[in-house]
C-alpha cells in the first residue's frame, strides 16, 4: 500500500538553529501534503497544507517565517524549522493524499512522525 | 469552522469487553470520516476510512458507524485486547482540509 516516508524520526537541536524535516510519498505522486504538529497527549493541529509548485498555505497563528515549507517536486515536502527554541520542541507529522485513490474523499497517508527537542 | 470532540478523553476497561469511542463534529458537510489508532511516540495509523455516502465500515473486530446529519461517528471495538491499548483519533475531511479530535485514549487491562 502507500507508504509515507518522515525522515529524521527524531533530532534534537541547540535553540537557535535550523532543523530541516522531510516527508517522502514512496509508491505515488502526491500534490498536496499537509504538515501537523502534536504536544503531549493532546491531538494533532494542522500547521499548513504544502502545494506541490506554489507556496503553501498556512493556518492561522503559524508562522510562516519560522516555518519554512517547500514543495519541490511530487514526491517531496520539506518542513524547516528556523532558529529553533524550546517552545518549538513538538512531534511534527506529515500527511499525503494518494490522488489516484483519493479525491477530496480519499484517506491521507501519514508519516511515523519527527520528535523534535530544541535545548 | 469544523470542531471535532472526542468522548471519552480516557477508557480503562477489562480484557474481552466490547466498548465504544464516540466521535462528533459541528459541520455535517464532510466529505469523509476516518479513525486513527497513534500508539505513544508513533505516527498515526489508519483504521477505518468512512465516506460521506456510508453508514459504516468493518475492519475485523472493528465497526466504525457515520451518521452525517448528526454529526456524530461510533468505533465499536469487540473483545478488547491488551494489544488495543492506544489512543484512537478521529479526523472529518471538508473543503480538502483534515481536522481531529483531541483523541481517546484506551487501556485494555489483562
Known amino acids: 500500500g502507500a507508504v509515507v516516508s518522515q525522515h529524521p524520526s527524531w533530532v534534537i537541536c541547540k535553540s537557535g538553529t535550523s532543523v530541516k524535516i522531510e516527508c517522502r510519498s514512496l509508491?505515488?505522486?502526491?500534490?498536496?501534503m499537509f504538515w501537523y504538529r502534536q504536544f503531549p497527549k493532546q491531538s494533532l493541529m494542522l500547521m499548513a497544507t504544502?502545494?506541490?509548485?506554489?507556496?503553501?498555505?498556512?493556518e492561522q497563528g503559524v508562522e510562516k517565517d519560522k516555518f519554512l515549507i517547500n514543495h519541490a517536486s511530487l514526491t517531496l515536502s520539506t518542513l524547516t524549522v528556523t532558529s529553533a527554541h524550546p517552545e518549538d520542541s513538538s512531534f511534527y507529522i506529515c500527511?499525503?493524499?494518494?490522488?489516484?485513490?483519493?479525491?477530496?474523499?480519499?484517506?491521507?497517508?501519514f508519516g511515523n512522525g519527527t520528535r523534535l527537542t530544541v535545548t | 469552522k469544523q470542531e471535532v470532540t472526542q468522548i471519552p478523553a480516557a477508557l480503562s476497561v477489562p480484557e474481552g469487553e466490547n466498548l465504544v469511542l464516540n466521535c462528533s463534529f459541528t459541520?455535517?458537510?464532510?466529505?469523509?470520516l476516518q479513525w486513527f489508532r497513534q500508539d505513544p511516540g508513533k505516527g498515526l495509523t489508519s483504521l477505518l476510512l468512512?465516506?460521506?455516502?456510508?453508514r459504516e465500515q468493518t475492519s475485523g473486530r472493528l465497526n466504525a458507524s457515520l451518521d452525517k446529519s448528526s454529526g456524530r461517528s461510533t468505533l465499536y471495538i469487540a473483545a478488547s485486547q491488551p494489544g488495543d491499548s492506544a489512543t484512537y483519533l478521529c479526523?472529518?475531511?471538508?473543503?480538502?482540509?483534515?481536522?481531529f479530535g483531541a483523541g481517546t485514549r484506551l487501556t485494555v487491562k489483562p
Open positions: 479526523a472529518v475531511t471538508d473543503n480538502n482540509d483534515m481536522r
Open positions: 509508491d505515488f505522486q502526491a500534490t498536496t
Open positions: 500527511s499525503a493524499r494518494d490522488p489516484y485513490t483519493g479525491t477530496e474523499g480519499g484517506p491521507l497517508h
Open positions: 468512512i465516506q460521506s455516502s456510508q
Open positions: 459541520d455535517s458537510a464532510i466529505y469523509n
Open positions: 504544502s502545494n506541490e509548485g506554489s507556496k503553501a498555505t498556512y
